[in-house]
C-alpha cells in the first residue's frame, strides 16, 4: 500500500444507491491516500432515492466489509441530510484530526447553497474527486476561496459508474460482485434472480 499523502480524516458520505464499482475503485484509492477513510449513507436532500436509507446502509456495509481494508470505516452515526450536522458530529468523534469532505466534481457548483455553506467550508477541507463529463471549473473554486474555504482536486481517476445508470438499466458490470447477491434476493434496482 502507498504511503498515505494527506494527514486528515476523509470523509465521504454516499446516497449509495446503490454502491457501484466506482464507490468500490473510490474508497480503495482514497485509503492509499488518507489513514482513515470513513464513509455512511446518506438522504441527499436534492435526491429521490429509490431504496431506503437503511437499505442502503446495508449495501454500504456489506460493500465496506468485503473491501476489508483496515483504514476504512462505515460509521452511519455521521449519516445527516445537513452537511454541517454530519461535520459537527464527525469533530466529537475526531476532536484533534483535520477533516477533509470528499465530493465528486459535479457536487462543487451546488457547494455555495447547501445549509449553512460557509461554516461547512470553514469546518473541513474540500477534497474533489474528479468526475467524468464533470470538469472543474476555477471560478467555481474561487467561490469557495471566498467563501473562507480551502479546496484540493484530488489525484484520483475513477472509473465512471453512476448509481443513476442503474437506475434507467441494470448495468452489472456496474455493480460490486459483494452487493449483487443481495440486490437479486430482493429484487432492487431492477435486478433479479434471472440475470
Do not use: C
Amino acid at each position: 500500500m502507498k504511503k498515505t499523502r494527506f494527514n486528515s480524516i476523509a470523509l465521504i458520505g454516499t446516497s449509495a444507491d446503490p454502491p457501484t464499482t466506482g464507490h468500490k475503485a473510490l474508497f480503495i484509492a482514497l485509503s492509499k491516500l488518507f489513514p482513515k477513510v470513513v464513509t455512511w449513507a446518506s438522504n441527499n436532500p436534492w435526491k429521490e432515492h429509490r431504496t431506503s436509507l437503511e437499505q442502503r446502509h446495508e449495501l454500504l456495509d456489506i460493500l465496506v466489509n468485503a473491501i476489508n481494508l483496515p483504514n476504512l470505516e462505515l460509521r452511519q452515526g455521521l449519516s445527516n441530510q445537513w452537511t454541517l450536522i454530519t461535520l459537527e458530529h464527525a469533530k466529537v468523534f475526531w476532536p484533534d484530526k483535520r477533516l477533509m469532505l470528499i465530493i465528486g466534481s459535479d457536487l462543487v457548483s451546488s457547494i455555495p447553497n447547501w445549509f449553512e455553506a460557509e461554516k461547512v467550508v470553514n469546518r473541513a477541507q474540500i477534497g474533489i474527486v474528479p468526475r467524468q463529463g464533470w470538469p472543474i471549473n476555477n471560478s467555481e473554486l474561487n467561490v469557495i476561496k471566498k467563501m473562507g474555504g480551502d479546496t484540493i482536486v484530488l489525484p484520483l481517476d475513477i472509473p465512471a459508474s453512476a448509481s443513476s445508470a442503474i437506475h434507467s438499466s441494470p448495468h452489472l458490470s456496474y455493480i460490486p460482485k459483494a452487493i449483487l447477491p443481495i440486490l437479486k434476493q430482493k429484487n432492487l434496482y431492477g435486478i433479479s434472480q434471472q440475470q
